[in-house]
């Protein structure tokens, strides 16, 4: 079995506490097991600025976590913060635009076309901080079908692209709206 090993640090921010990827190569400060391998799969299509790679512990296993692609808003508010990690020099500025969300393919009810996103996980709160979910959907904007303007039911935060590989690769990750 592959092993894929997630460089990520400890941060607190936001009065919540989780697991970030540092942009180098520190060693994990201790080793989790991953839930959900297959958000990985954002690598896959897209490589922008605007995300990072998250790690929360989970509630209910211990030695587990569960991976999310924390979201800038305003991506120009993620410019430096690789660096702020790595030097401990972040506040709650920094994240004050990020949104925790999933990658997921949805598809649109209207039109059926099938496009990447990220999403914001519905009932999902933040561990330690559960009034910040409200005020994250709160600043967030959501996206509408790019290809037929159909209003998507989930919280799509950011469109990719339309998907292109074959359904099987993804098929136990695809919702449809
Ligand atoms: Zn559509």
Partial sequence: ?????????????????????????????????????????????????DVRLMLVPSFFKIDYGNLYWLFWIDPKTSDKINEKITHNTFTDNDFLNSVKTFYQITECSNCKRKFDTLIIPP???????????AKKIGLSKFQKCPACNFGLRQMVVKIIGEHKKSDSVMSDNVVAT
């Fill in 1 to 49: 079995m592959k092993t894929t090993v997630l460089f990520m640090k400890k941060i607190k921010v936001e009065n919540t506490e989780f697991f970030i990827e540092t942009g180098n190569a520190l060693a994990p400060e201790f080793p989790l097991k991953v839930n959900n391998p297959e958000q990985l799969k954002l690598l896959d299509v897209y490589s922008g600025s």
């Fill in 123 to 133: 009932g999902d709160p933040y561990p330690g901080n559960p009034k910040l979910l």
